[in-house]
């Protein structure tokens, strides 16, 4: 599996990423599975947050139980995870990333984060106290880089009037069905064309700039949470038939196809595959390999309902 450095730092990463918002109720043994498959197709990026699986850090606390990693296999890994929800709010306060961080660690059983990120942006965001918190982190060596996830440009250019550490990632929801990250630039300025709408200030060229990695949540939902287009024929028929076109081409599934179109973009952009079952991790995995051609890019993007001009 391919690898490039996170954003602007030495850390090299797989171009895809396991998610692991699903394993609270698996037994060690399939959480055991599901990592060594993973490390097995290339993966070394493993993702986390304080809220998933219920209860607070259930899920790191399920990964640091099934696992307890060996430092040598540790110092191997990338290990991140994401704090500031809370039940029914937001909190980007001081205080609350740096109890979410000693918890996540001691869940985790782990000394270090290699990424901490901020999940969805908090709109009473003190910057000052981001920096701060940020800054008692990387002093103690409990977080060796930061960023963000779901944020806009404007709103990373809010925490970097205090943050001082460079925010390397940006985690946002993205796949085929759900591009308007992607989509909107192609038909920007396009009167009375939904598409030209801008709904997060460019977040993909604003990346690009600044050396941002972007991460692709749900790269195989359609819309915000509407269902997996892969074999939605009702919904997507041409698109699943161009998928099975190509699946046949390049001897791969259409799920690796579809993991296929996120890769092929130079902005380098991470996939975070959320599956718990090993067999279809290694079927999807493939696709980070693949490098579609342009026509076929596009191809896959008008077969989607996105609008050339």
């Known amino acids: 599996?391919?690898?490039?450095?996170?954003?602007?730092?030495?850390?090299?990463?797989?171009?895809?990423?396991?998610?692991?918002?699903?394993?609270?109720?698996?037994?060690?043994?399939?959480?055991?599975?599901?990592?060594?498959?993973?490390?097995?197709?290339?993966?070394?990026?493993?993702?986390?947050?304080?809220?998933?699986?219920g209860e607070l850090h259930a899920c790191e606390r399920r990964f640091g139980d099934a696992l307890r990693l060996k430092p040598t296999e540790r110092e191997q890994i990338v290990i991140q995870s994401k704090c500031g929800i809370r039940r029914g709010y937001f909190d980007f306060s001081k205080d609350h990333i740096l109890q979410s961080v000693d918890r996540s660690l001691a869940a985790l059983k782990t000394d270090y984060l290699d990424l901490l990120l901020l999940h969805r942006p908090d709109a009473l965001v003190e910057p000052e106290e981001v920096a701060d918190a940020f800054d008692k982190l990387q002093a103690a060596g409990k977080v060796r880089h930061f960023g963000v996830s779901n944020h806009t440009p404007r709103q990373i250019d809010l925490l970097k009037t205090a943050v001082r550490q460079p925010l390397v990632a940006n985690q946002i929801q993205l796949s085929i069905a759900h591009a308007p990250s992607v989509a909107f630039g192609i038909a920007a300025n396009m009167a009375g064309l939904e598409q030209s709408i801008d709904r997060d200030g460019e977040v993909v060229v604003y990346s690009r700039i600044n050396r941002m990695t972007l991460q692709a949540w749900s790269p195989f939902q359609q819309g915000f949470f509407g269902g997996v287009f892969v074999g939605d024929e009702k919904n997507f028929p041409e698109l699943n038939r161009l998928l099975d076109e190509l699946a046949g081409q390049y001897g791969v599934s259409a799920s690796a196809i579809a993991y296929a179109w996120i890769a092929r973009h130079p902005a380098n952009i991470q996939v975070v595959l959320g599956t718990t079952s090993p067999e279809r991790l290694a079927d999807i995995a493939p696709g980070a390999d693949i490098t579609l051609s342009r026509e076929d890019w596009y191809r896959l993007f008008t077969a989607a309902g996105h609008v050339l001009p």
Not at 19 to 39: F, N, P, T
């Open 1 to 53: 599996m391919k690898r490039f450095n996170l954003g602007p730092t030495d850390l090299s990463v797989s171009s895809a990423v396991l998610g692991l918002m699903r394993i609270a109720d698996l037994s060690d043994d399939a959480i055991s599975r599901l990592y060594g498959k993973a490390r097995d197709v290339g993966i070394n990026v493993f993702d986390h947050a304080d809220i998933y699986g």
